[in-house]
């Protein structure tokens, strides 16, 4: 669309055209995209809305600001949530005719990219896929891995996420440097090849002091990787703990060190555990059951 604004009229007009000229009948909106599809709505009246719901921060719904969002709602014909947190807030404070929950889905694309290389030894790397953001909690996980690294020196640390290079990265890297860490903890950025950084890992790690349902996680699961996450969001739905993998409280450095030294120390379990976490990801998390939930709402059953 070449939007430059949130009120592009040209953009905009560009939109509608292409809507018009498909024939197209349904928007799936994503996140704040639900203004711009308000106002095709505007104008194509018989346009339906469908809007996908992620809000990160669903452990602090109170906080979350309501204008425009509930005003606007009214148009909308589906409120997709993709937890049971959101679903909830949904239904009690919007105004849409119908509300459906839908976890996320993980699959990874045909193009295997194969361009990030992680440092540290092979089969010794426990990887984050996180955003550089507040809510991932960044400082808990060095705070443990530091723990972690008085045992098993020889382990690294790969931080893998887009780096906003604000005062929260900034703290991070600050860190880092203060402890000491730089040759065994390293930032690598946003990267587009998933899919090949998670099998150069051993584990995979989520120190989150609020989620929804992470897709990380789920990509940990299609990568057979053992894990340790903090019990926020549906973590706690997707990992079982002792099962596939380990569940600790968030905000506690301790019992996260004490999860990734107990899979550093048991090979074989981290194995059973990765296996049994990709059975219930496929299972229950795989694309094929997600579409099985999402052709209905598209055809409106």
């Not at 005003?71 to 849409?96: E, P």
């Not at 989520?206 to 903090?230: D, F, I, M, R, W």
Request: with cysteine.
């Amino acid at each position: 669309m070449g939007k430059k604004s949130s009120l592009d009229v040209k953009a905009l007009q560009n939109l509608v055209r292409y809507i018009k000229s498909n024939e197209i009948n349904t928007i799936h909106a994503h996140a704040t995209s639900y203004f711009t599809a308000f106002l095709v709505k505007l104008r194509l009246p018989k346009i339906n809305i469908i809007w996908h719901d992620h809000y990160g921060n669903s452990e602090n719904l109170r906080a979350r600001k309501k204008f425009p969002l509930k005003l606007i709602s009214r148009t909308f014909r589906t409120v997709i949530s993709v937890n049971n947190n959101l679903h909830q807030w949904a239904q009690q404070n919007l105004k849409a005719k119908h509300y459906k929950y839908l976890a996320n889905f993980a699959a990874f694309g045909p193009e295997n990219l194969k361009t990030t290389h992680l440092h540290g030894l092979s089969e010794k790397r426990i990887v984050c896929l996180a955003n550089l953001r507040p809510q991932k909690d960044h400082i808990n996980l060095l705070k443990a891995f530091k723990i972690v690294q008085e045992q098993h020196p020889d382990w690294s640390l790969h931080l893998v996420g887009f780096d906003f290079k604000d005062a929260y990265a900034n703290a991070i890297k600050s860190y880092i440097k203060r402890q000491n860490l730089n040759t065994h903890v390293f930032l690598y950025g946003s990267c587009a090849d998933t899919q090949h950084i998670l099998e150069q890992a051993t584990m995979g790690v989520l120190s989150s002091n609020s989620e929804g349902l992470p897709l990380a996680l789920l990509e940990y699961g299609l990568s057979k990787l053992p894990v340790v996450v903090t019990d926020v969001g549906e973590c706690g739905m997707v990992v079982c703990n002792l099962e596939s993998g380990r569940v600790v409280p968030p905000k506690n450095e301790n019992k996260m060190a004490e999860g990734i030294i107990f899979l550093i120390e048991n090979d074989k379990q981290r194995k059973v555990l990765g296996e049994n976490l990709y059975n219930n990801t496929v299972l229950n998390y795989g694309k094929n059951a997600y579409l099985i939930q999402l052709i209905p709402i598209y055809n409106f059953e």
